[in-house]
């Protein structure tokens, strides 16, 4: 029952059963505005004798003002100032009133309806001086109608107050709910670029590989058979892992996600570096083997990037990498390599390689920089590691 009324007097706009809750209401306020009025000709004094107008008269009017009510949500004011010169003559007509009364509290500033609230109350002094010989004092009728007046009007202010609360918490919760799918879509745009860097980290390493490889059989067509078995070999073995860590990376494999690399994993990748030919110079200098994950990650992503350009754009196939730092200290890679001059500083189309070691390093709350100058080209990061 309450939550019919709540649903009354606070509708929701988004209902889709909008027409069937105004009939309710029109049928509602009917009824209560005739409840009202026959109970007020039954224990006033409008069947007395000295009435202005006979009572099966009155109530005839009280029926007529009732069908009014029907419009009183499209003009308020119009209705209840329609209304109102009935209340002179009919006490069965002050129930629509009130109704009309009330409904125009809602939708209309205070001022106004006050001051509607009072013509209803002077009405009744009207009233008492039409009847002949009046059982009751004058003062009888203005109290009940003040009061019954100031009643439709309160709590037609109240209702007021609450639909534009309940507006402006269903405006809120709205906002909320965008917020949280904006939220959500950011969340999928940073997991896809997050993806997208991955790839680019694992496929460009890889595929350097295999190039270099493929490359050298290309140039060496009198290569013996074993030389070509041991090229082709790398070839399978790097497009083999290239599968393996991208099916990790977007987790499409039926097993638990593997551990991504970190700083222990470096050397193992200066190894397969140099296995395809590279000359890479490698130093350790790191006082500790267990920073976070994320530096210890990021680390060897940047080792990774940074050998992948030495062998695209680098004079020759060689690179010299540097790590040194401890716990407190924070972690600094420094990456070296012969620059011919028109690339050392070239990036994948799309920005995802330097770019996003920028990014990383960001992420971690660190710094970088890279540059050519006298012939090398230089890639310096630092990685802040708590103690």
Same mark, same amino acid.
């Given at each position: 029952m309450a939550a019919a009324l709540f649903a009354l007097l606070v509708p929701d706009p988004t209902s889709d059963r909008a027409v069937a809750r105004h009939r309710l209401a029109d049928a509602v306020?009917?009824?209560?505005?005739?409840?009202?009025?026959?109970?007020?000709?039954?224990?006033?004094?409008?069947?007395?004798?000295?009435?202005?107008?006979?009572?099966?008269?009155?109530?005839? @009017?009280?029926?007529?003002?009732?069908?009014?009510?029907?419009? =009183? &949500?499209? *003009?308020? !004011?119009?209705? #209840?100032? /329609?209304?109102?010169?009935?209340?002179?003559?009919?006490?069965?007509?002050?129930?629509? @009133?009130?109704?009309?009364?009330?409904?125009?509290?809602?939708? =209309? &500033?205070? *001022?106004? !309806?006050?001051? #509607?609230? /009072?013509?209803?109350?002077?009405?009744?002094?009207?009233?008492?001086?039409?009847?002949?010989?009046?059982?009751?004092?004058v003062w009888v009728d203005v109290v009940l109608r003040a009061v019954t007046g100031a009643a439709a009007i309160g709590?037609?202010?109240?209702?007021?107050?609450?639909?534009?609360?309940?507006?402006?918490?269903?405006?809120?919760?709205?906002?909320?709910?965008?917020?949280q799918h904006l939220r959500v879509d950011q969340a999928r745009l940073t997991e896809r670029a997050r993806i997208a860097r991955e790839m680019h980290d694992v496929l460009a390493h890889r595929m350097s590989l295999i190039s270099l490889h493929?490359?050298?059989?290309?140039?060496?067509?009198?290569?013996?058979?074993?030389?070509?078995?041991?090229?082709?070999?790398?070839?399978r073995s790097s497009a083999h892992e290239a599968l393996e860590e991208l099916r990790a990376v977007v987790g499409v494999a039926n097993r638990p996600e593997p551990p991504q690399p970190g700083l222990a994993d470096v050397p193992d990748l200066v190894a397969s570096a140099r296995a395809a030919g590279m000359r890479v110079e490698f130093a350790d200098e790191v006082t500790a083997d267990d920073p976070p994950t994320m530096v210890g990650r990021t680390v060897y992503r940047i080792a990774q990037e940074a050998l992948t350009n030495a062998r695209r754009h680098g004079s020759d196939a060689s690179a010299a990498i540097r790590l040194a730092g401890g716990?407190?200290?924070?972690?600094?890679?420094?990456?070296?390599?012969?620059?011919?001059?028109t690339g050392g500083s070239a990036d994948?189309?799309?920005?995802?390689?330097?770019?996003?070691?920028?990014?990383?390093?960001?992420?971690?709350?660190?710094?970088?920089?890279?540059?050519?100058?006298g012939g090398e080209y230089r890639l310096e990061a630092w990685l802040p590691w708590q103690t």
């Amino acid at each position: 029952m309450a939550a019919a009324l709540f649903a009354l007097l606070v509708p929701d706009p988004t209902s889709d059963r909008a027409v069937a809750r105004h009939r309710l209401a029109d049928a509602v306020a009917v009824t209560v505005a005739l409840g009202y009025g026959l109970t007020m000709l039954r224990i006033g004094d409008a069947t007395a004798a000295g009435a202005a107008i006979p009572w099966p008269v009155d109530v005839l @009017i009280g029926l007529l003002c009732a069908v009014p009510l029907l419009f =009183r &949500r499209r *003009r308020p !004011v119009a209705v #209840l100032a /329609a209304l109102l010169p009935f209340g002179v003559i009919s006490v069965t007509a002050t129930g629509p @009133i009130l109704v009309a009364l009330f409904t125009a509290a809602i939708r =209309r &500033r205070a *001022r106004l !309806v006050f001051t #509607l609230g /009072a013509v209803h109350v002077g009405t009744g002094v009207v009233y008492f001086l039409l009847q002949q010989d009046p059982p009751y004092p004058v003062w009888v009728d203005v109290v009940l109608r003040a009061v019954t007046g100031a009643a439709a009007i309160g709590w037609g202010q109240f209702v007021r107050a609450y639909r534009r609360l309940t507006e402006s918490l269903r405006a809120h919760a709205a906002r909320l709910q965008a917020e949280q799918h904006l939220r959500v879509d950011q969340a999928r745009l940073t997991e896809r670029a997050r993806i997208a860097r991955e790839m680019h980290d694992v496929l460009a390493h890889r595929m350097s590989l295999i190039s270099l490889h493929a490359g050298a059989l290309e140039v060496r067509t009198d290569a013996r058979p074993d030389e070509i078995a041991i090229a082709a070999g790398a070839i399978r073995s790097s497009a083999h892992e290239a599968l393996e860590e991208l099916r990790a990376v977007v987790g499409v494999a039926n097993r638990p996600e593997p551990p991504q690399p970190g700083l222990a994993d470096v050397p193992d990748l200066v190894a397969s570096a140099r296995a395809a030919g590279m000359r890479v110079e490698f130093a350790d200098e790191v006082t500790a083997d267990d920073p976070p994950t994320m530096v210890g990650r990021t680390v060897y992503r940047i080792a990774q990037e940074a050998l992948t350009n030495a062998r695209r754009h680098g004079s020759d196939a060689s690179a010299a990498i540097r790590l040194a730092g401890g716990p407190g200290d924070g972690l600094r890679v420094v990456v070296v390599n012969p620059s011919s001059g028109t690339g050392g500083s070239a990036d994948r189309p799309g920005g995802m390689g330097l770019v996003g070691i920028g990014e990383r390093v960001a992420l971690a709350g660190g710094r970088v920089s890279h540059g050519a100058r006298g012939g090398e080209y230089r890639l310096e990061a630092w990685l802040p590691w708590q103690t």
